[in-house]
């Protein structure tokens, strides 16, 4: 037999970089918290189901303990030889109380108990993410108060469509990052299900208790089918998923970032705190982090693919390909949770220039909805009324006039149901605040959905 932990039935050794080849400790060391929790509530189970006597499991839970502080202390050392988290923890309880410590394994495999420390894993994430999301919530609630009656272009295909307010803007991702946390949180329920007492694949003859264990580490539910439990990943999936979706919205949220603090447009100005400049340019002040995050959110799609890849035909129950599932989602949760905390400062410090968001909706044609509207109020059907202004548009084009520069004679000439009271409704600001409809960007609409929004985090 060889040296490995499972070295009984093996007579050759492997070479030391086939072992590396294989070995997970380089990176699923991050869960080592998490397996030593879950190797606690194990063998506490194992004791009060008597498969296991007090004393060894005495030894075994106080070895376990102090190998827990030396972890924290950064005192442990983990070798390729030893593979993975898990065999790397069992030699060194060996180390601390002998042969005991073998005792531990009982009832148990290496694939319900990777399982159950990835369950472990996120689970304890989670609600960071949640509670950076609620943050950054709570910034864009904030700042759409001060900026309900801040007027701005409203874009499509990045064309001046209709004026909006910048606070329903803002908003508008508050409602995405609300979605986000729903997912998040439902996310939680299917990471809340322990795999442990799975054990191989097809469960053990031993008398364990998974209740309990699950109990003892805080799971809501156990996996109803052992296959499944030690199988599936879809809690990683999901999770991967969800973040591919956060970092859109974050990612979409930057572009406009970096747009608008360009020269063409000076809708914002960002802190220097967090921008940066050039090494050859003096005059430089790049909107670096809005870039890096908008770059960071392509990593996270992507694995999210190459986890569904690494899976798609994997054929129950364990396989060692299952290994991959890790680095991804700790990259993931190391990319998530800084991008939040550095968006919200970015945000937080940015300052709208209000008077040129507001120059910039009253120099271009995009009230010419509300000229539409105003013709179909009067009984025009809007189709012909559409008719109209565009024609006036054309015209307006061709004689650098804006509607509203138009004189009333110039206007009746196109319609002679266009009254003086046209100019009040061609302004930018009655163009927002008349935007009744539920849910639409009129000052009151925006007040509502801020109104809302403070109850929901719990801020009236
Ligand atoms: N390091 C392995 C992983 O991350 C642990 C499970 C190994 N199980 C096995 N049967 N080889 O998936």
Redesign the pocket.
Known sequence: STKKLWGGRFQQQASKWVDEFG??ISF?QQMADEDIEGSLAHVKMLGHTKILDAADVKKIVAGLEALQQELHEGKLHFTVEN????MNLEALLTEKIGPVAGKLHTAR???D??ATD?HLYLKNRLPKIVNEITTLQKTLVAMAEKNVETVMPGYTHLQHAQPISYGHYLMAYYQMLKRDKERFTFNMTHTDIMPLGAA?LAGTTFPIDREYTAKELGFGQVYANSLDAVSDRDFALEFLSNSAILMLHLSRFCEEISMWVSHEFKYLELSDAYTTGSSIMPQKKNPDMAELIRGKSGRVYGHLMALLSTMKSLPLA?N?D??E??EGVFDTVKTLLPSLKVFNGMLKTAKPNIERMKQATENDFSNATELADYLAAKGVPFREAHGIVGQLVLKGLQTHQNLQDMSLEQLKEASPKIEADVYHDLKSEVAVQRRHSLGGTGFDQVKLQIKNAKQELGED
């Not at 593979?83 to 898990?86: A, F, L, N, P, R």
């Open positions: 070995a997970s699923d593979e993975d988290i898990h495999s290496r694939n108990q990777v990835f191989a364990y060692k299952l290994q599932d890790k």
